[in-house]
């Protein structure tokens, strides 16, 4: 592919154009690059001190790859689709690894936009790669993707859309519509992630049952979903629906413990707690929903609320700010959901229990169900697509 506007893209790692061809899915070299990878992430000791690269490190091994490739090599014979430009969000640092990684298993050749803030970890992860790729046996890896850096550019973005085989673009709905106007080949497959709006969904009795060192490592792991990203990754955790079938007090020993729990590891400022008084007054102004506002000293703000409406993902809540719903019975949660309903996070639940929920109502909203603390795990299935089978070609005889 050529690319007119080159010179004005900053190339960190690979080159423009990419000279490799696509291969099969879980092609071997592919997989043992993953391996080599996920080994030099963890013994790396810059690496220690970010939690979301060494978990990358520790998904990328190979058993974790063969595992997943069990889901597709026995189905057909599957060929990357040749050219993949992946746009990562500018708030989720590990974000465009992951994408990089469904690109390359899928058999792709990649183009990966990394986000224009220099995080840390991405600069150790792309060291990483280099020194990897210099390796006799993985040369030829470094033919098959490059990472780029421009200034917001139509013209540039137009540029690189106008030759490739499929996009994943991560990213708000105002970066999506702009890259659906520019000209792609008629074959080329789009994959969008929106803005999409999480909850978690918790059952008060089982909540009560737990010792107390079982309740503070559960609302650990609700803090890891919330506060690790800001609220801003789309499948962190906004609003809180209680199924109370218990007394309020245990819903306030939880919040409670979550307050310890931010006043010890979360850095908390001026300027977040003005975010917060913002986002609070334009929530207050955007919806018809009547709420409480609680709080104690601004890490944590509840806003709480009797309104069972799908108006509850128009209140924008981040930097530990939670809207608040009760209701009895967990079937009532459909009253709920919109389109816009990513993840739930369930405790106190099965899942199958949500399950049969969304298929019996015929819900168009949620697309994923998983235990909270599990909020930020991402694989090949996301937003209801299979990344790795969408980005592959089925060759049927």
Known sequence: ???????????????????????????????????????????NKRSMDYSDLMTFGFWCRKANIIKLSENYLEKNFMLGRGNVLHIAPSNVPMNFA???????????????????????????????ISKICKKSKFKKILNKFCFIKYDKSNEISSDLSRDVDARLIWGGDETIRQFKMYKTPPRCIDLSFSDRYSI????????????NDER??????????????????????????????????????????????????????????????????????????????????????????????????????????????????????KKLVSRKFQTVTYFGFKNTELEKIIFKNGITGIDRIVPIGRAHDIGPIWDGYDIIYTLARIIGS
Not at 266 to 288: C, H, M, P, Q, R
Request: proline share 2%.
């Open 1 to 43: 592919m050529s690319i007119k506007n080159s010179k004005k893209i900053k190339v960190v790692l690979g080159s423009i154009p990419i000279k490799g061809k696509p291969t099969i899915i879980f092609e071997k070299s592919i997989v043992n690059f993953f391996n080599e990878l996920s080994i030099n992430i963890k013994k």
């Open 98 to 128: 992951y994408s990089f990684a469904f690109g390359m298993l899928s058999g792709n050749c990649n183009i990966v936009r990394l986000p224009s803030k220099n995080f840390k970890q991405i600069e150790i992860l792309c060291q990483i």
């Open 200 to 211: 978690s969904v918790i059952k008060t009795s089982k909540l009560a049952k737990l010792t």
């Open 216 to 333: 503070r490592n559960f609302v650990r792991k609700f803090y890891n979903d919330s506060y690790l990203m800001d609220q801003q990754g789309c499948s962190s955790p906004q609003a809180i629906i209680w199924i109370c079938d218990h007394k309020k007090e245990i819903i306030n020993k939880f919040w409670n413990i979550l307050h310890d729990i931010v006043k010890l590891n979360y850095e908390k400022d001026l300027s977040i707690t003005n975010k917060k008084i913002s986002l609070i007054a334009k929530s207050a102004i955007k919806t018809n929903i009547n709420f409480k506002t609680e709080f104690k000293d601004m890490r944590i703000v509840r806003l709480r609320t009797n309104n069972i409406t799908p108006e509850i993902e128009k209140i924008q809540c981040h930097f530990g700010t939670f809207t608040e719903i009760n209701i009895k019975k967990i079937n009532d949660i």
